[in-house]
């Protein structure tokens, strides 16, 4: 059957002013990468540690990260800007996260937070604010897990449509 995301009345009534599509790209400090990684295990519970993540759906453990933004699936192609911030891992029975993190642009940024539950193939989280080219931006941004490369790497797909523009 057809799986709605939110009300389908809300978003068919309401077209987004603005859609962006961007990928970005998380390289989890594993204890020898130092130099490439992009974020770092910052807290873990008492049965866990701050270089591996840990047991129970990592549950506990606090990431920060400031990982490249690209307008392609290519970890190697110019970064159009970063995505700043934090990822916490908040459920001890399934994989689920919590975000909150800004996309930082020369032109701006746009803030984003809310739960991810990181097994759906897609999951929205909200768009809280922005600053610049995106002042006072709201809408949602639909997170896809483009690619995951053991706990070390991974790639988000991030669509982001905005209902209010100014």
Not at 45 to 62: E, I, M, Q, S, Y
Not at 88 to 101: H, I, M, N, P, S
Request: some cysteine; glycine content about 10%.
């Amino acid at each position: 059957h057809h799986h709605h995301h939110g009300s389908a009345a809300t978003q068919n009534r309401h077209r987004p002013c603005r859609t962006l599509n961007f990928f970005f790209h998380d390289i989890l400090y594993d204890g020898r990468n130092s130099d490439n990684a992009t974020s770092a295990i910052v807290a873990a519970p008492a049965w866990g540690n701050r270089t591996v993540l840990a047991g129970r759906k990592h549950f506990g453990d606090v990431v920060i990260f400031d990982d490249p933004i690209t307008l392609d699936g290519d970890l190697r192609s110019a970064p159009v800007g970063r995505a700043q911030g934090m990822y916490l891992y908040d459920r001890k029975e399934v994989f689920t996260a919590w975000l909150g993190f800004s996309f930082v642009f020369e032109s701006g940024s746009i803030t984003f937070s809310g739960s991810d539950p990181l097994m759906d193939r897609r999951r929205d989280i909200s768009v809280i604010g922005g600053t610049g080219d995106f002042f006072m931006a709201r809408g949602v941004a639909t997170l896809m897990t483009d690619a995951i490369e053991g706990d070390v790497y991974f790639r988000l797909r991030v669509d982001v449509k905005l209902y209010e523009c100014w």
